[in-house]
């Protein structure tokens, strides 16, 4: 047998080899193994490291670089600050702003009505690809993060941990293509429930259950309870609705509120039976 | 010495770029510094260092990133492969050929992704990708590739990691 024949042949059971192994792994979500354990946390270091000097530097260079996108945002801004002063000087006696205030300070305090604790994290490297949307964070199961805890920053919900080494946790976004969470109108009347997903096109989109459901763009929608995700966690604010007469469900694109690009510090939800445990 | 030096170049590319290239990024999309690496270790080096870059970007990203262990590498030793197969038979060594090279990686990558994710059950819009992330990263890979490999490229030679041919085990 020629060299030629023998490196084909070595190929073509790499290739079978890493197909078994795709097949066997795919999904993942299981437990972080003790090589993973040990490369993870020693990488995590110098990533960290890497990490913050980018951010450092990202932080004084990037508002020059985006000077021309700053001031058109900044004009946008300024517009929206002079609605959002009328808006509330005209919803100032109203009692349904009372309410709207209420309803967000439940939000805000959600957590610990719900039986929940934040541990906050940093966020040590992020996906190289552009296909997937996960991160690494710099605390794992010695600190209570487990798999499946929504993680959340200050905007609403960014996803849920995948995988937890010891130190260290890999994170899923809510935008990448094996994401999806039930979710619910943030609207007094209207509690429809239905299903968003990440995908390659940006955004993330999804259908109502209900077809007669009141859906307009501009309406917030927040975590239904349904499944994994905690009940109550802002997703994002629907961009668009498409309403196709051969299906019984009404689609829609939804704007999330959380800009991915930039986290560096997210909260991982421990319900308190765990933090208290500690 | 120089597969230490191989895998020392893939690491070094790997922390950059889940660290300080995430701040370089068009439309959206950012350069993949593994795919490049391995098209200018594939292009330059004999192939067993190009496969071997290939393993240890892909072991890498399977790691830390990946939905399936083994994904990345499959994807990787499949450019690096086909990069030191092709190379002798169809394109004399000159600026174009890490053009080409980065672009047949980059479709070959996407190409790869899809057909694994399609038998995994997902669906996509395939104009989006790619016009959302095809296109912006060939272009990014290219200049990624074209700089790295004037640069880069020389110093290999400099260190010793010669371009023997097709095929050639050096």
């Known amino acids: 047998m020629n060299e030629f024949k023998k490196k084909k042949i070595m190929a073509g059971i790499a290739i079978l080899l890493l197909l078994f192994l795709i097949i066997a792994t795919f999904g993942g979500g299981g437990e972080i193994s003790p090589i993973e354990n040990f490369a993870g946390k020693n990488v995590a270091l110098i990533q960290r490291g890497f990490t913050v000097g980018a951010d450092f530097f990202g932080n004084i260079f990037n508002p020059v670089a985006n ?24 919803a100032t006696l109203s009692q349904k702003e009372k309410e709207d205030l209420s309803q967000m300070k439940k939000a805000l305090n959600y957590a610990q009505s719900k039986g929940y604790d934040f541990l ?4 040590v490297s992020k996906d190289p690809g552009t ?3 996960m991160f690494i964070i710099n605390k794992g199961t010695n600190d209570g993060v487990y798999q499946e805890q929504a993680v959340i920053n200050g905007d609403g919900l960014i996803g849920i941990v995948y995988e937890a080494g010891k130190d260290w946790a890999k994170v899923v976004s809510i935008i990448d293509n094996k994401s999806s969470v039930s979710f619910k109108l943030l609207d007094e009347k209207d509690f429809s429930i239905g299903i968003v997903e990440g995908g390659a096109e940006r955004g993330l989109s999804g259908y109502l259950f209900n077809p007669k459901a009141e859906v307009h763009a501009g309406q917030e929608i927040i975590t239904s309870g349904i ?5 109550g966690l802002l997703i994002g604010t629907i961009s668009d609705v498409i309403i196709e007469k051969n299906e019984l469900l009404k689609r829609i694109k939804v704007e999330e509120v959380v800009d ?19 | 010495m120089k597969y230490g030096i191989t895998a020392f170049t893939m690491f070094a590319g790997f922390i950059l770029q889940t660290t300080l290239l995430q701040h370089i ?7 993949n510094l593994a795919l490049v690496l391995i098209v ?23 790691f830390f990133f990946s939905p399936a262990f083994g994904m990345y590498t499959l994807i990787y030793l499949t450019v690096a492969f086909s990069i030191s197969a092709i190379k002798g038979s169809f394109l004399k060594e000159s600026g ?15 190409f790869m992704m899809i057909v694994i994710y399609y038998f995994a059950g997902m669906r996509f819009n395939l104009l989006a990708i790619f016009l959302r992330m095809i296109l912006p990263e060939l272009f990014l890979n290219i200049i990624f590739c074209w700089i790295l490999y004037k640069i880069f490229g020389r110093v290999l030679g400099k260190m010793g990691f010669v371009n023997i041919g097709r095929w050639s085990n050096g």
């Open chain 1, 67 to 90: 000077i021309w996108r700053l001031d058109k945002i900044n004009k946008e801004l300024e517009i929206e600050n002079q609605e959002l002063r009328r808006k509330l000087i005209a």
């Open chain 1, 120 to 123: 906050t994290c940093d966020v």
């Open chain 1, 131 to 133: 296909w997937f949307n």
């Open chain 1, 227 to 231: 499944g994994i995700y905690p009940e």
């Open chain 1, 260 to 278: 991915f690009k930039t986290i560096n510090r997210v909260m991982v939800l421990l319900p308190l039976k765990e933090v208290e445990a500690q």
């Open chain 2, 25 to 31: 990024r068009a439309f959206g999309v950012m350069s």
């Open chain 2, 40 to 62: 200018v270790f594939s292009v330059r080096c004999i192939m067993p260092v190009g496969i071997f870059s290939a393993v240890v970007g892909g072991v890498l990203q399977d």
């Open chain 2, 96 to 110: 174009a050929t890490p053009v080409v090279m980065v672009a047949f990686a980059t479709i070959c990558q996407y």
